[in-house]
């Protein structure tokens, strides 16, 4: 697989990643360590090197599951983890840190981001200067190679970005969340800041396997996706009949027509979760998918049927 520049940095990451939200566990049903380990091993065959985590995932169990499955590899991967938006002051992100390259077994991480912005959650609001400088100073010491932000907005990337040097922006970006174009692209484009696609297939919406009227379990954070729900969900099942004639003259699946079309998007790289292996290696042969001009137009035109309806807030759940 084909890899990309990290913003600024020296560091080749995938266009696919592999995410790693539901290894976690927690705020997902039915997952189990064996499937996960298995799957994040199957990415790593299939070509995808670069895998995304986070300490709030299971608080650190998703990170001990990465260690599990790729420590023999560690040399040829890339790691990417986060400090969640309670961990902003500056010790506490450097023992944040300290715990999550406890937890992949390793001497350093590749990509190190701030998850969500200060005050989110409730959590207390800390001047972003003071966790810049944390940021700085962890990667003076090696323990980590660059610095991303995750759910910034365009004014906190380019307020972050007076401290430091940040290589990466993780926001949630599909066919059918693109609130990041109106945003922070242009910011990123500008500033050579990579954008890592977190939910690129609408936490599977995308991939047409939901029939309308389905219904979450309740402890599955879809369960408040706003995509999943009344009008949005209908207009999403009528984009993707639209899609599928796409999709059949390329012999791929639903997922792999959005994710190509996702990567073919300025800066844009997609961060795939799958449960399973084979799901894993279908992300993989998104890269395979080679969308003219006019495919990717007559996409984006059909994606529109959805967002053009949504409301102006970026966060994709009614939490």
């Known amino acids: 697989m084909e890899k990309r520049k990290l913003g600024r940095s020296d560091i080749e990451i995938t266009p696919i990643l592999m995410g790693t939200w539901q290894a976690g566990k927690t705020m997902w049903t039915g997952i189990k360590d064996t499937d996960s380990i298995n799957t994040i091993r199957a990415a790593f065959a299939a ?36 400090v969640f938006a309670n961990h902003l002051k500056y010790d506490l992100v450097i023992a944040a840190c300290d715990r999550s390259l406890k937890n992949l077994q390793t001497d350093y991480i590749d990509l190190y981001q701030i ?8 959590s207390e609001v800390v001047p972003i200067e003071e966790t810049m400088a944390a940021l700085n100073q ?28 940040i290589d990466s922006l993780q926001p949630p970006y599909s066919l ?38 389905h219904q979450f379990d309740p402890e599955d954070n879809r369960a408040k996706n706003k995509l999943f729900q009344g009008e949005n969900f209908e207009l999403a099942h009528q984009a993707l009949e639209k899609l599928r004639p796409i999709a059949a003259r390329h012999n791929c699946s639903l997922a792999q027509l959005s994710l190509a079309w996702l990567i073919a998007q300025p800066q844009t790289s997609a961060i795939a979760g799958a449960r399973y292996p084979q799901q ?40």
């Open 47 to 82: 070509g995808i090197t670069t895998i995304d985590t986070a300490e709030i995932y299971g608080q650190g169990h998703s990170e001990q599951i990465i260690a599990a499955a790729l420590s023999d590899v560690r040399d040829r991967v890339v790691y990417a983890s986060k």
């Open 176 to 213: 059918f969340w693109r609130s990041v174009e109106q945003d922070a692209m242009a910011y990123c484009i500008e500033n050579n800041i990579s954008i890592l696609a977190y939910s690129p297939l609408a936490q599977g919406l995308l991939t047409g396997k939901f029939a309308p009227g």
């Open 138 to 165: 962890l990667k003076d010491q090696g323990k980590i190679r660059s610095i991303g932000v995750s759910n910034f907005s365009r004014t906190q990337l380019a307020e972050a970005a007076q401290y430091g040097i």
């Open 115 to 122: 998850h969500w912005p200060s005050g989110s959650f409730n």
């Open 280 to 319: 894993a290696e279908d992300n993989a042969h998104a890269v395979d998918v080679q969308l003219s001009p006019e495919e990717l137009a007559q996409i984006d035109t059909i994606g529109r049927m959805v967002t053009d309806h949504l409301d102006q807030d970026a966060v994709m759940w009614n939490w």
